[in-house]
């Protein structure tokens, strides 16, 4: 296939999170020109194409850790600390949490937690028994990277604490005051 010629089925496309963790895609000759650097393009992609300053190495990843809250019952996983692409979605991270807690006969189910507190409630009336994800206390929409999680909820240098526990919808974690972008 001619690259050059047939741009229908060839036209690269920009995959990212904004700085409210919200995933988003442009094609790349989508972009006009106006994009606010740091709210419509990460500061990293800005940084590499305007300044051609690339991200370390050692940045590319980041070490989190699952651990159960406190008084949940629920067993610590066999291994607890992970390294994962700072870019990882945290729904990932449920589904790793939640497969390993099967393996250990703790059968639970996983729901899109999104950016705003509505989304916080699971389906009714299913029977299943839900994780909850919290960092700092809060409820992690799990379309957040695991690097806006810690610049939005974690907000220090070290490792990432993720906590576990079966949700009780009379006992939400509370929701981060996120700023959602307009659509």
Not at 71 to 90: D, F, T, Y
């Amino acid at each position: 296939m001619d690259f050059h010629h047939n741009t229908q089925h060839s036209c690269s496309a920009v995959v990212s999170t904004n700085a409210a963790g919200m995933s988003w895609r442009v094609n790349a000759n989508a972009f006009t020109g106006k994009e606010r650097e740091g709210d419509d393009i990460p500061t990293w992609v800005t940084d590499a194409v305007l300044r051609g300053v690339l991200p370390y190495v050692k940045e590319l990843k980041s070490a989190f850790v699952l651990q159960p809250a406190e008084g949940s019952g629920l067993p610590s996983l066999l291994q607890s600390r992970l390294n994962a692409p700072r870019i990882l979605q945290v729904m990932k991270v449920a589904n790793y949490c939640v497969t390993k807690l099967a393996e250990l006969n703790v059968p639970l189910g996983t729901h899109e937690v999104g950016l705003t507190p509505d989304t916080q409630m699971p389906p009714l009336n299913t029977g299943q028994q839900y994780l909850e994800l919290t960092c700092n206390g809060l409820a992690v929409p799990y379309c957040m990277s695991i690097a806006t999680v810690k610049k939005f909820l974690w907000k220090r240098s070290d490792d990432v604490i993720f906590h576990f526990r079966i949700l009780d919808p009379a006992r939400l974690a509370p929701f981060p005051a996120l700023k959602v972008p307009d659509s």
